[in-house]
């Protein structure tokens, strides 16, 4: 049972509390975010997302810059509570469409009846959306999305001056579009977080695939869906019988495991690959699944470093895009630890180069390379003439890197999974929903060793 709920901004400030117990003092948030901010023990840079002070349990969360917050007395299990922050996140963001600081204020009555029937005197409920919306009767306050900056999920599906339609990310499953008419659409986004290890020679070391296919309906009456994925999926060992029917060949796509959601009728999964389901209400994993399998990585790490002297040295960070030239990835982001004697780091990039930022964190001596987009195919290097405080006496190598990747590459997954068609059952002739089919793939763990 939890003692405690809150959100906290950025700065602090408290835009949420609900004390369901009243054995924690009302003083907890206060004590939680000067604790996460002043975060120092063990040399980490981040609080951990559970942590214990004076006796009480704090487990926390991140989204969209705010912080979910719970507090206990109790022995909880960390995995469920952080489970349930995420949730009730979900449940806040599909009630109110966008979920940010403006709107969480903007509709507090509304977020506190949702909160009073999700967690009752600490005990869970449900956070299941579609039921909620019979015990729900606030109507949300929406917020004007045409002026949000395009952070987010939203803006995985960025494709230079291109968007994809984004409105699942703002749209109240409850409110209608102006004028009282309700937009027929799907969504279906299938998630791909990468986890990839490089030796020092380029070589892949492990290699690994979460994935989730995300559903957020906005369809009315609940008609049934069925949606296809690739005929030669294979779920199991490669090569071998899968646990839910067929074989797995030679190119085909092979998932080490899965599940699904709840809805999802696997009678002819066996035969086509098709999974039927009537979508609930808001956003939920139709599928999650997991690939160990080696495949192509979209990025290439080479790191050079050489001494140039007893207190300099030089290092080439060169990265190259492995997938098709007509995609574009944003939000790159390049860190090396340095040398923890290193003192100054002067930067130099390619002539002409645009959208290409450096940095030197000189308080965890840490080199920065963010690059706001780079197309497929396309190579890119930095060098970086680092200084040293005192001589090196060992090998420079050892004590510098691995060089880490983050990243977003919208319409692009490696593992290949497809929806090959998303089929709704018809009510009339002129029923035609729109349906978007998006891809996104982001950087779990992606680490070069030097």
Not at 328 to 348: G, K
């Given at each position: 049972?939890?003692?405690?709920?809150?959100?906290?901004?950025q700065?602090g400030?408290?835009?949420?509390?609900?004390?369901?117990?009243?054995?924690?003092?009302?003083?907890?948030?206060?004590i939680?975010f000067?604790?996460?901010?002043?975060?120092?023990e063990?040399g980490g840079?981040e609080?951990?997302?559970v942590?214990?002070?004076d006796?009480?349990?704090?487990f926390?969360?991140?989204?969209?810059?705010l912080?979910f917050?719970?507090t206990?007395?109790?022995?909880?299990s960390?995995?469920?509570?952080?489970?349930?922050?995420q949730r009730?996140?979900?449940?806040?963001?599909?009630?109110?469409?966008?979920?940010?600081?403006?709107?969480?204020?903007k509709n507090?009555?509304?977020?506190?009846?949702?909160?009073?029937?999700?967690?009752?005197?600490?005990?869970?409920?449900?956070t299941?959306?579609?039921?909620l919306?019979?015990?729900?009767f606030?109507e949300?306050?929406?917020i004007?999305?045409?002026?949000?900056?395009?952070l987010?999920?939203?803006a995985?599906f960025?494709q230079?001056?291109?968007?994809?339609?984004?409105?699942?990310?703002t749209?109240s499953v409850?409110a209608?579009?102006?004028?009282?008419?309700?937009?027929?659409?799907i969504?279906?986004?299938?998630?791909?977080?990468?986890?990839i290890?490089f030796?020092?020679?380029?070589?892949?070391?492990?290699?690994?695939?979460?994935?989730?296919i995300?559903?957020k309906?906005?369809?009315?009456?609940?008609?049934?869906?069925?949606?296809?994925?690739?005929?030669?999926l294979?779920?199991?060992?490669?090569?071998?019988?899968?646990?839910?029917?067929?074989?797995?060949?030679?190119?085909?796509v092979v998932?080490?495991d899965?599940?699904?959601?709840?809805?999802?009728?696997?009678?002819s999964f066996?035969?086509?690959?098709?999974?039927?389901?009537?979508?609930?209400?808001?956003?939920?994993?139709v599928?999650n699944?997991r690939?160990?399998q080696?495949?192509?990585p979209?990025?290439?790490?080479?790191?050079?470093?050489?001494?140039?002297?007893?207190?300099?040295?030089?290092?080439?960070l060169?990265?190259?895009?492995?997938?098709?030239?007509?995609?574009?990835?944003?939000t790159?982001?390049?860190?090396?630890p340095?040398?923890?004697?290193?003192?100054?780091?002067?930067?130099?990039?390619?002539?002409?180069?645009?959208?290409?930022?450096?940095?030197?964190?000189?308080?965890?001596?840490?080199?920065?390379?963010?690059?706001?987009?780079?197309?497929?195919?396309?190579?890119h290097?930095?060098?970086?003439?680092?200084?040293?405080?005192?001589?090196s006496?060992?090998?420079?190598?050892?004590e510098?890197?691995?060089?880490?990747m983050?990243?977003?590459i919208?319409?692009y997954?490696?593992?290949r999974?497809?929806?090959?068609y998303?089929q709704?059952?018809k009510?009339?002739k002129?029923y035609?929903?729109?349906?978007?089919?998006?891809?996104?793939?982001q950087?779990?763990?992606y680490?070069?060793?030097i």
């Amino acid at each position: 049972m939890i003692s405690q709920f809150f959100v906290l901004s950025q700065r602090g400030d408290s835009i949420v509390f609900r004390d369901y117990r009243g054995d924690v003092p009302k003083g907890s948030a206060e004590i939680f975010f000067r604790k996460v901010k002043f975060w120092k023990e063990d040399g980490g840079e981040e609080a951990p997302p559970v942590f214990n002070v004076d006796g009480v349990n704090y487990f926390h969360v991140k989204v969209v810059g705010l912080l979910f917050v719970a507090t206990s007395r109790t022995n909880l299990s960390p995995s469920l509570v952080l489970e349930l922050l995420q949730r009730i996140a979900r449940v806040i963001k599909d009630y109110l469409g966008v979920l940010n600081e403006d709107s969480l204020r903007k509709n507090f009555v509304l977020v506190y009846e949702l909160l009073d029937e999700v967690v009752d005197f600490g005990y869970v409920q449900t956070t299941s959306t579609e039921i909620l919306k019979s015990y729900i009767f606030n109507e949300p306050i929406m917020i004007d999305a045409g002026r949000l900056p395009p952070l987010g999920p939203a803006a995985m599906f960025m494709q230079g001056s291109k968007r994809m339609p984004g409105t699942a990310i703002t749209k109240s499953v409850v409110a209608n579009e102006p004028g009282g008419r309700k937009r027929e659409e799907i969504f279906v986004d299938i998630i791909e977080k990468i986890s990839i290890t490089f030796s020092s020679s380029g070589y892949i070391l492990t290699s690994e695939i979460d994935g989730t296919i995300q559903m957020k309906s906005y369809l009315t009456g609940n008609p049934e869906i069925k949606l296809a994925l690739n005929e030669d999926l294979g779920i199991g060992r490669a090569g071998g019988r899968s646990d839910y029917g067929g074989s797995a060949g030679s190119g085909a796509v092979v998932l080490d495991d899965c599940n699904f959601h709840e809805s999802v009728q696997l009678d002819s999964f066996d035969v086509d690959r098709t999974l039927t389901l009537v979508p609930p209400d808001g956003e939920f994993p139709v599928m999650n699944y997991r690939i160990t399998q080696e495949f192509k990585p979209p990025f290439r790490i080479n790191t050079l470093i050489e001494e140039a002297g007893s207190l300099k040295a030089e290092v080439i960070l060169k990265i190259r895009a492995e997938f098709p030239s007509d995609i574009t990835a944003n939000t790159i982001l390049v860190q090396m630890p340095l040398p923890t004697y290193t003192s100054r780091v002067s930067f130099e990039l390619e002539p002409g180069t645009v959208g290409q930022t450096t940095d030197f964190k000189e308080s965890n001596k840490r080199l920065e390379w963010s690059l706001k987009k780079v197309v497929g195919g396309s190579d890119h290097t930095l060098r970086a003439k680092l200084t040293f405080s005192q001589e090196s006496h060992g090998n420079i190598t050892k004590e510098a890197g691995p060089v880490s990747m983050t990243f977003t590459i919208p319409m692009y997954n490696p593992s290949r999974l497809q929806v090959k068609y998303l089929q709704i059952a018809k009510k009339s002739k002129t029923y035609n929903p729109y349906r978007w089919v998006r891809y996104v793939t982001q950087a779990n763990s992606y680490v070069a060793r030097i």
